[in-house]
């Protein structure tokens, strides 16, 4: 029996631009990516170099420090060029597609029919390890670990996400067939499933499903676990976005790295918002080809919360299953029609500072990537509070870690968040203060602590 969650605090900032539910394939793009700074904390090593080919599924790069996380090419073609940065760092393997995709053989297995150890080796060889994340740290999982529970992001909850239930139209075997494979991985322990109260598209599976209802983040995996299945120290819990149980489910199924995403184009400079299905690491041009209104535009791999500034030829991140257009705020706003003291009424508000909140909630808004304000020292405004549905303390955490007492971070609760679950706290702050990245510095800090 589906057991009901709801969540009081955060906030839904309502966007212009929701997807319709129209599902089309793009053009045929011939360039896709993967890009080594999707998975954090990964010295990547190099196995297929520039002009090699590749068949969808051969190993481009793994883990220097763990050789048995392998990521793989999405599609079989020419490796075109490995893009790098400052101090040779790797950013992209880029990857000239063939015309018809080719891909190697791993032969097709049933999940229940594996022991948990074949079956992590084979998941670990055909390169879908990756998609499995853990809590703590917000890192790909470590194959080496027990969790205590298994979580699985049955919708999002960000800004602009896409429609759970519509994303996994025409999954359902290859759903059922992932998440068998994630109840032999987990071994006895409990694998729940997060969905929307009026979802229907996980049906009859056999998982613990949790109806949970509120506004952002309820969506996030961080959110649910600590409401359901709290992460005490030296415990790991693994998490897992639904599409992606259903890409495990696809490549059990066929024997093949088939690694499909729907992904939502939204956003208020986009056209016609509707939904795409990709390869993962697409060029996100043919997607955006005739779409943006203008060159005012910034393109977001992601939410506006928590995704990744790209160009409009730039690739889908790994884990991100929406690109988001809207305005660049670099155009200066008059005092008294755009500026603070305006009456306000195109203004999304927290705080109630404008009298939009008193507006109906289909009301959706045009906001631009102006931050409206500069950093400021730490303002304790009971702000993060608002939007922070976790029985702990987010102030006195990001100041724990700000000055480095491992012990106050531990205490305050470290081990339970990730950066994306402080995002609506980024927005509200009154300082300006760039609160993800210092979570991510805790997390580290802890990570390189125990490690």
């Known amino acids: 029996m589906a057991k009901a969650i709801r969540i009081r605090k955060g906030s839904d900032i309502r966007l212009v631009g929701v997807a319709d539910k129209t599902l089309e394939n793009p053009a045929r793009t011939d360039l896709y990516a993967v890009k080594p700074t999707d998975f954090h904390g990964l010295t990547p090593k190099l196995v297929a170099r520039e002009g090699d080919r590749v068949k969808a599924g051969d190993v481009l790069f793994f883990d220097k420090y763990n050789d048995s996380i392998k990521y793989n090419a999405p599609v079989s073609g020419t490796v075109d060029e490995v893009v790098r940065g400052e101090k040779r760092r790797i950013l992209e ?43 703590p740290f917000a890192i790909v999982a470590n194959p080496e670990s027990t969790p205590k529970s ?24 290859n759903f059922k067939e992932g998440l068998a494979a994630l109840k032999v991985l987990a071994d006895g322990k409990p694998v729940h499933l997060g969905v929307r109260p009026d979802s229907k598209a996980f049906n009859g599976v056999d998982a613990q499903v949790h109806q949970v209802s509120g506004p952002h983040p309820a969506g996030n995996p961080g959110v649910q676990i600590h409401h359901i299945d709290p992460i005490n120290k030296g415990e790991v819990v693994w998490t897992i976005a639904a599409q992606d149980v259903a890409n495990i489910g696809r490549f059990l199924r066929t024997g093949k790295f088939d690694m499909q995403r729907v992904v939502a184009l939204t956003g208020a400079q986009v056209n016609q918002p509707k939904y795409y299905r990709v390869t993962v690491g697409a060029n996100v041009s043919s997607m955006l080809n005739g779409q943006i209104k203008d060159d005012n535009t910034r393109v977001i791999s992601g939410n506006v919360l928590t995704g990744d500034h790209i160009t409009t030829d730039g690739f889908l991140g790994y884990y991100h299953h929406q690109i988001t257009a809207i305005p660049e705020g670099k155009e200066p706003k008059f005092l008294l029609t755009d500026g603070w003291l305006s009456p306000g009424l195109k203004k999304f508000s927290l705080s109630h500072a404008y009298p939009t909140w008193l507006m109906p909630k289909s009301k959706r808004f045009n906001l ?3 931050s409206n304000g500069e950093d400021r020292a730490f303002v304790v405004t009971g702000q993060y509070e608002k939007v922070f549905p976790f029985d702990i303390y987010p102030v006195q955490l990001v100041k724990s870690i700000i000055v480095n007492d491992i012990d106050s971070m531990e205490k305050l609760g470290i081990y339970e968040v990730a950066p994306e679950d402080f995002a609506l706290c980024e927005y509200a702050c009154t300082s300006k203060i760039e609160v993800q990245d210092i979570v991510r510095e805790g997390l580290d800090t802890i990570m390189k602590e125990f490690s």
Request: with cysteine; proline share 4%; glycine share 8%.
């Open 93 to 135: 393997v880029r990857i000239k597609a063939d015309a018809q995709n080719e891909f190697k053989d791993f032969g097709a297995k049933s999940a229940s029919s594996m022991s948990a150890a074949d079956l992590r080796a084979h998941l670990l060889e055909g390169g879908c390890w990756p998609l499995i994340q853990q809590r």
């Open 150 to 173: 298994i979580f699985i992001a049955g919708f999002d909850s960000s800004p602009l996400a896409p429609d759970g239930d519509f994303v996994m139209e025409g999954e359902a075997d």
């Open 368 to 370: 631009d990537t102006n």
